[in-house]
C-alpha cells in the first residue's frame, strides 16, 4: 500500500530556508509514469500546488515560485524534497506530499505537515 510522510519542521523563521522530505512506502518514486509533488494550503486559502519531480527526476515548479524552490530526490531512501528559500509569513500553510498518478489524479496524499513561518 502507498503511503506517503511528510517530515515536520515546525517553526521557520523569516528569510530562512524551509526544508521538507516527504518518505515515500509501498513503492518506489522511480516507478514510470507517477509524479510526486508539493501541494500546500494557507490558512483560510485553497490549495495550491508548489511543485513535482518526476519518475524520471525532472523538475516542475508553480510560476510564482519558482526562483525561491528546489525540489530534488534521494532515490536511496525514496524521499523527495522540498526546499523553499527566504521564507515569509506568507508561505505559512499546511503543506502536503502527493503523488500525480496516471489517470491525471493525485491518488495518494500524505497527512500534511503545518509550516508556521514567524520570528
Known amino acids: 500500500q502507498v503511503q506517503l510522510r511528510e517530515s515536520v519542521p515546525g517553526l521557520v523563521k523569516p528569510s530562512q530556508t524551509l526544508s521538507l522530505t516527504c518518505t515515500l512506502s509501498g513503492g518506489s518514486i522511480t516507478t514510470n509514469s507517477y509524479y510526486w509533488s508539493w501541494i500546500r494550503q494557507p490558512p483560510g486559502k485553497g490549495l495550491e500546488w508548489v511543485g513535482a519531480i518526476a519518475y524520471s527526476g525532472s523538475t516542475y515548479y508553480s510560476p510564482s515560485l519558482k526562483s525561491r524552490t528546489s525540489i530534488s530526490r534521494d532515490t536511496s531512501k525514496n524521499q523527495f524534497i522540498l526546499q523553499l528559500n527566504f521564507v515569509t509569513p506568507e508561505d505559512t500553510a499546511v503543506y502536503y506530499c502527493?503523488?500525480?498518478?496516471?489517470?491525471?489524479?493525485?491518488?495518494?496524499w500524505g497527512q500534511g505537515t503545518q509550516v508556521t513561518v514567524s520570528s
Open positions: 502527493a503523488r500525480l498518478g496516471s489517470m491525471g489524479l493525485y491518488d495518494y
